[in-house]
């Protein structure tokens, strides 16, 4: 079946009635980036840049960044490649950054970790931008943001740490593009605000699923209901995807749901058209895409949105997916 899959990696990434979609990679590790069929995606849609920081004994220099980021960089080429700034605390812990909290995932995560360590986050940008020199291809990603002010200040240090290089290097850089993650609830009642502000925006669904349903995304005594088809993660998923939409501000997907048959059928028929996913379910995605007709999948959306339980939402696209052979 794979090779069946692996057959169609080079046709376009359409549906069969020809609407056309961004399908991009999600990365971590920079070996993962040799495995990866870089001429057959769009780009990197988000690289975790944790994992670098993860793996050594302390914080990465800014030279030892500049370099994983060239690399990065340099593979995607006329591509865009998102890099989201660090984002540990919850359950991605660094060996020599110890955070003690009795709620890690409601604590000192992501964004919010690094505005109050401002040193950590400006020698993360200044590592990005001049990385970018040569290919021009970066945007930066946050991670975790839950307000407004987060993003003002992100903002005001990825200009400073921009100006800093210029200065010092005595050039004029490209500007990055600058995006938020959707992942916590506050944001969803957030976006034209965050519209006027960045350039873009990426749907973590699975840190959205974990704080929309208060489900511990790796705590197996609830595991069973952490379910990022549960009706009210896709009605939130509809109504972003609307107002996204209303506002022209440029969004996708990053969370595993954009990985899953199911999730994508249902997020292309709410109208997301940009997915990036783990590249190991890429040619499988492309090929179920290029099968199925988006005016079927209308009519499979409105089925699903009434649902109650996931149950009945595999059921209903179960379905669907067995008229279709
Ligand atoms: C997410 O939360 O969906 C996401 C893509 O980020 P991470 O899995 O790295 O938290
Ligand atoms: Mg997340």
New binding site residues.
């Given amino acids: 079946l794979n090779a069946r899959y692996q057959q169609e990696i080079g046709l376009p990434s359409q549906s069969k009635c020809g609407e056309r979609f961004k399908f991009m990679v999600n990365s971590g590790l920079a070996i993962e980036l040799e495995y990866t069929n870089a001429q057959y995606t769009d780009g990197v849609g988000l690289y975790r840049t944790e994992f670098p920081f993860i793996i050594r004994s302390q914080f990465p220099t800014e030279q030892e960044q500049i370099e994983l980021y060239q690399k990065v960089l340099a593979s995607y080429p006329a591509k865009t490649v998102v890099m989201r700034t660090l984002?540990v605390g919850g359950d991605k812990a660094l060996p020599y950054f110890s955070i003690i909290e009795e709620n890690p995932f409601l604590g000192w995560r992501?964004i919010r970790l690094t505005l109050d360590h401002p040193e950590i986050f400006l020698v993360q940008i200044r590592a990005m931008v001049k990385a970018n020199i040569e290919h021009q291809n970066l945007h930066i990603l946050l991670?975790?943001v839950s307000d407004l002010a987060e993003v003002d200040e992100a903002i005001r240090l990825i200009r400073q740490a921009c100006f800093e290089v210029s200065d010092e290097l005595g050039v004029s850089l490209p500007k990055p593009k600058i995006g938020v993650?959707i992942?916590v609830p506050s944001v969803l009642y957030l976006l034209p605000e965050l519209a006027a502000k960045v350039d873009f925006c990426s749907v973590?669904t699975?840190?959205l699923t974990q704080y929309l349903l208060a489900v511990d995304r790796n705590n197996a005594r609830v595991a069973n209901l952490y379910d990022a088809l549960h009706p009210a993660v896709l009605r939130a998923l509809f109504q972003l995807g609307q107002q996204a939409q209303a506002l022209k501000f440029p969004i996708s997907i990053c969370?595993e749901l954009g990985g899953e048959p199911a999730g994508v059928l249902l997020l292309a028929a709410m109208g997301f058209r940009r997915f990036s996913m783990n590249s190991s379910n890429l040619a499988r995605i492309k090929w179920l895409l290029r099968r199925v007709e988006l005016a079927d999948l209308a009519l499979l959306l409105p089925e699903v949105l009434c649902c109650h339980s996931p149950k009945q939402v595999r059921l209903q696209v179960q379905r669907f997916l067995e008229q279709k052979q």
């Fill in positions: 984002d992501g991670p975790m993650m992942e973590g699975n840190d969370g």
